[in-house]
C-alpha cells in the first residue's frame, strides 16, 4: 500500500467512526486553533452526564435536567485506591453536550475528534446515529456536517459502553490490568473547509550527514476541487528555516485522504533531537487555491536517528544501553481519566526520578501528553496496540489492525517513538494475523522498526526487534542479534513498601542483577522492567486487593528501594545519588540488622553509626561485574559498637559529594504535605498530585506510619481522593483537581499527633470554550 494513496487499511469501517482527522489528538486538540478555513475548538466542559442510560437520553429533545455536570477528562465512577470490584465502573452510562456552532462554520465541513473513551462509544447528533467505535485507547471522529444546525442548538449523546466486552481488544479472555471507564481523554470540534489538511508525516532524512526532510501532506476533498497548492514551512520555534511547495491537481470527492510528498533538501545547522538535547522543530502547512489560504496545520517533530543494530540501540549513531521501566496510565480514584498536567508528571518522574531513557507504553497507546513530554525531556517510548495475551475472531483482529493504523498516524512525528509493538503482548503466534500487523506498521511508517512482545523464545520472529518478557535469571541468552528485554522481575516478586527489609532489599538485588546482566552482552539493546507504578488489576491477579505490588514505586509514584537502583544509573554529573535498600531499624531483619544495600553512583562510601566509623566500602563488584555503578553490599554484622543513627558518606576519586541520615530513634517527627505544583488552570479539570509522608528528623520516610489524615479545603477546588486517607508505607497521596473559577485554594491535612499542615494553590482564569 502507497502512503500517498491511503486507504483504510483493513477493508472495515469501524461501524461510522471516520478515520479522517483521528491524528488530531497529535496536534493541538486541546487549545482554541486559528488557522484559515480551520478552526480546533475545545469541547470539554458542559457535559451532562448519567451513569444509567436510557435508549430515549439519545433524543435532542430529552430533559437531562436531572445530569450532572461533568468536566472531561471524566471516569464513569470514582473509586477507592484499591480493594473495589471492577464490576462498579462496567455498565453503560450517558454523556450529552448542547452546544452552538460560531459564524464562521457555515459552510465548512464538522468534525467531533474523540481521543479516547472506555470502551465502546455510540454517538447521536441531534437525535440520529452517527455510529459506533469500539475500542479504549485509540482516537476516533465522526462528521457532523449532514445533521448539524448551523444556526440554532445542537445535543450530541454518546453511549459509554465500559464493560469488558469480548468483541473489542483488549477483552475476550482475562487480562492483567483494570481499564475503568467514562470519556476519559479530550474531546474538540474541528471546523474546516471541504478540502483540508487530514494529516501530516515528517520523515527526516539523513541527519547525520546532509538533513532534509520528506512531508507527507494529506489532503482529503469532501467536494470536487480544482487546482491547489501546498506550502510548507520548517520552523525553529518562530524563525523560518526553510520552505517547499507542491501542486495538488485537480481531485475529485474522496472518502480518504491523499497523500502529497513535499521536500526539503540539503538542510545546513540542523540541530539534532537525544537525550541531552531535546531540540524540537515544526513543519507548517498551507493549502492555498489561487491567493486564498484554505486551511493550516503544523506538527512538531525532531532530527533524529534511531534504530536497533547488530551492537544494540543507536541514537544519532551512538551506542546507547537501554534502561527503562514499563508504564501503566492508570492512576488511583478516576482511573485513566487524569489530565496533561499528571500525564506528563510520569514521564518527568520516569526521567528526572527513576533516570529511566526508555518506556514502554504497557500495554496500548497513551496520552498524547505523556507522549509529548517525551518528546521534551528525552525519554524513548516503545508503544504498543492494545491487548493482552488474547487473540479474538476475525472481526476481533481487524480492529486490533485499525488500531495499529490509528496508533501510528496519530504518533508518527514524536522522535521519542523509537519502535512500534504490533503483537498483542504475550500471544501466542498467529501467522497470519501478525503477518498483517507487521506489514501495515511498516507500510504507514518505514522510518521506523518493528517489535512484538513475546514470551517464548520459539515464537515466529516477523518483526525487526526480537522483544521478549523473561522472568528467570539468569536470563536467556539473545536468540536474535537485534533483541530487547521487555520485562523482568514484575510478578514474580511483588513488593509492597510494608514488607519487611528484606523483602525491600531483595526487590533491589533482582532489578540491579538483571541489568547487570544486560550489560554482559551487547547483544542485548537493554531492558525495561516490569514495572514502574503499581497497578490496579482484576481479582484474580495481584495481592487480592485489587493491585499488583509490581512497581518500583507505588501507585501513588512513591518511591520502594528498588526505585533507588534505577536512579543510582546516573552519571554523578547529573546527579549524585545515595540510596538505601533498608530501613534504619536493628530488629527488622530475621537476626538483627546485618546486610546493607545502598544504590549509589559514588566510587567510595564511609558508613557511621552513632558517630563512629564501621565501614567502608567499594561497589560490589563480585555480584554486579558488569553494572557501571554497582550497588554497595555491606555486612555490618559486629560492626555495632552502640545502636544510634546512620551516617552514609559518599565519595567520588576522594572527594565526598553526598551524606545521607538515618535516624536511629524509631520515632514519627514530621509531617509533611508536599504538592507537585502550587499553580493550576482553572478548567475544571487541571489536576496536581499533593504527596503526604511522615518522616523522621532527617526526612526520611517513617515506613510503618499507617494514620488516618483528615482534609480541609477551602476555594475552588476539590480533593479527589480518600477523605480521611490513612497512610499506607508512611505515605500517600491526593490530587486536587481545579474548578472553574480562578482564585485560591487552601488545603490543610491535619495528623492526630503531628499537627496540620497547609499549602495554597492558585488557580489562574481560562479561557471560556467557543461552544
Request: with cysteine; net charge negative; proline share 6%.
Amino acid at each position: 500500500m502507497d502512503r500517498r494513496n491511503f486507504i483504510r487499511t483493513t477493508g472495515t469501517v469501524i461501524a461510522g467512526a471516520s478515520l479522517a482527522g483521528h491524528a488530531l489528538a497529535e496536534n493541538s486538540a486541546n487549545s482554541d486553533a486559528a488557522a484559515p478555513g480551520r478552526l480546533v475548538l475545545p469541547m470539554n466542559r458542559n457535559w451532562l452526564y448519567s451513569p444509567r442510560f436510557t435508549e430515549a437520553a439519545q433524543a435532542k429533545e430529552f430533559d437531562d435536567s436531572g445530569f450532572e455536570r461533568v468536566v472531561i477528562p471524566h471516569t464513569n465512577v470514582r473509586l477507592p485506591w484499591h480493594g473495589f470490584d471492577e464490576k462498579r465502573y462496567e455498565f453503560v452510562s450517558i454523556y450529552r453536550r448542547h452546544f452552538k456552532l460560531p459564524a464562521e462554520a457555515r459552510g465548512k465541513r464538522v468534525f467531533v475528534d474523540f481521543e479516547g473513551v472506555m470502551t465502546s462509544s455510540t454517538v447521536w447528533l441531534n437525535g440520529e446515529r452517527l455510529g459506533e467505535y469500539k475500542g479504549g485507547y485509540t482516537p476516533f471522529s465522526f462528521d457532523l456536517t449532514p445533521h448539524v444546525n448551523f444556526d440554532g442548538e445542537n445535543v450530541m449523546a454518546v453511549a459509554v459502553d465500559s464493560t469488558e466486552r469480548p468483541d473489542i481488544p483488549p477483552f475476550g479472555y482475562e487480562i492483567d490490568y483494570l481499564t475503568f471507564g467514562g470519556i476519559y481523554r479530550e474531546v474538540s470540534l474541528r471546523i474546516v473547509p471541504s478540502s483540508f489538511i487530514e494529516n501530516i508525516f515528517v520523515r527526516p532524512k539523513n541527519v547525520l550527514t546532509t538533513p532534509g526532510l520528506d512531508v507527507d501532506c494529506f489532503v482529503q476533498h469532501l467536494q470536487t476541487s480544482g487546482p491547489l497548492m501546498l506550502e510548507a514551512e520548517l520552523l525553529d520555534g518562530d524563525r523560518v528555516v526553510a520552505k517547499a511547495s507542491q501542486a495538488v491537481p485537480k481531485s475529485a470527492p474522496s472518502a480518504e485522504p491523499v497523500a502529497h510528498p513535499l521536500q526539503f533538501s540539503a538542510l545546513s545547522g540542523v540541530k539534532l533531537w537525544d537525550f541531552d538535547q531535546r531540540n524540537l522543530y515544526s513543519v507548517r502547512v498551507r493549502l492555498i487555491r489561487g491567493s486564498q489560504a484554505l486551511d493550516e496545520d503544523s506538527r512538531r517533530f525532531g532530527f533524529r536517528e534511531a534504530q536497533f543494530t547488530d551492537q544494540g540501540f543507536e541514537l544519532n549513531g551512538k551506542v546507547i544501553k537501554l534502561r527503562g521501566l514499563d508504564r501503566h496510565q492508570t492512576f488511583p480514584y478516576v482511573g485513566q481519566a487524569m489530565p496533561g498536567r499528571a500525564q506528563r508528571r510520569d514521564a518527568e518522574i520516569l526521567r528526572n526520578k527513576l533516570k529511566c531513557n526508555i518506556v514502554r507504553t504497557s500495554h496500548y497507546p497513551q496520552s498524547r501528553h505523556f507522549l509529548d513530554a517525551c518528546d521534551e525531556i528525552g525519554l524513548l517510548v516503545l508503544e504498543e496496540i492494545p491487548g493482552w495475551q488474547h487473540i479474538g475472531d476475525k472481526a476481533w483482529q481487524d480492529i486490533s489492525v485499525d488500531n495499529v493504523s490509528r496508533m501510528i498516524r496519530r504518533d508518527w512525528n514524536h522522535p521519542s517513538i523509537v519502535l512500534w509493538g504490533v503483537r498483542i503482548n504475550e500471544s501466542r503466534d498467529n501467522h497470519d494475523f501478525y503477518t498483517r500487523t507487521n506489514a501495515l506498521a511498516h507500510q504507514l511508517d518505514p522510518t521506523r522498526q518493528t517489535g512484538g512482545i513475546r514470551y517464548f523464545q520459539e515464537s515466529e520472529f516477523l518483526e525487526d526487534v526480537f522483544t521478549m518478557n523473561d522472568f528467570g535469571f539468569p536470563l536467556k541468552p539473545p536468540n536474535h542479534p537485534k533483541y530487547l528485554n521487555t520485562e523482568f522481575v514484575g510478578h514474580t516478586y511483588p513488593t509492597k513498601t510494608i514488607d519487611n527489609v528484606e523483602r525491600l532489599t531483595e526487590h533491589t538485588i533482582r532489578h540491579a542483577r538483571i541489568h547487570d546482566q544486560l550489560a554482559s552482552n551487547p547483544q542485548y539493546a537493554g531492558g525495561i522492567g516490569w514495572c514502574a507504578f503499581d497497578y490496579n488489576t482484576h481479582g484474580n491477579f495481584g495481592s487480592g486487593d485489587r493491585i499488583c505490588y509490581h512497581g518500583v514505586t507505588d501507585i501513588f509514584r512513591e518511591p520502594k528501594p528498588a526505585a533507588g537502583f534505577y536512579k543510582s544509573q546516573c552519571d554523578p554529573a547529573e546527579e549524585v545519588v545515595l540510596e538505601t535498600a533498608f530501613h534504619w531499624a536493628r530488629g527488622d531483619q530475621s537476626i538483627g540488622f546485618s546486610k546493607a544495600v545502598v544504590c549509589s553512583n559514588c566510587d567510595h562510601l564511609k558508613i557511621y553509626i552513632a558517630d563512629h566509623l564501621v565501614a567502608e566500602v567499594d561497589p560490589d563488584r563480585k555480584q554486579f561485574a558488569h553494572l557501571k555503578y554497582a550497588p554497595f553490599v555491606v555486612e555490618l554484622g559486629e560492626l555495632f559498637h552502640k545502636w544510634g543513627d546512620m551516617r552514609i558518606e559518599g565519595y567520588i576519586q576522594g572527594k565526598q559529594v553526598i551524606v545521607k541520615n538515618l535516624s536511629g530513634d524509631g520515632v514519627d517527627k514530621k509531617f509533611a504535605l508536599l504538592p507537585d505544583d502550587t499553580t493550576l488552570l482553572a478548567d475544571g479539570a487541571d489536576s496536581t498530585r499533593v504527596v503526604l509522608r511522615v518522616t523522621d528528623e532527617f526526612d526520611r520516610i517513617r515506613p510503618f506510619a499507617d494514620d488516618s489524615i483528615r482534609f480541609e479545603i477551602q476555594g475552588p477546588g476539590e480533593i479527589v481522593g480518600d477523605n480521611p486517607f490513612s497512610l499506607i508505607g508512611g505515605t500517600g497521596a491526593v490530587w486536587i483537581r481545579a474548578k472553574e473559577q480562578p482564585g485560591k485554594v487552601r488545603l490543610t491535612a491535619i495528623h492526630p499527633q503531628l499537627g496540620s499542615q497547609t499549602v495554597e494553590f492558585e488557580l489562574s482564569a481560562s479561557p471560556a470554550e467557543k461552544i
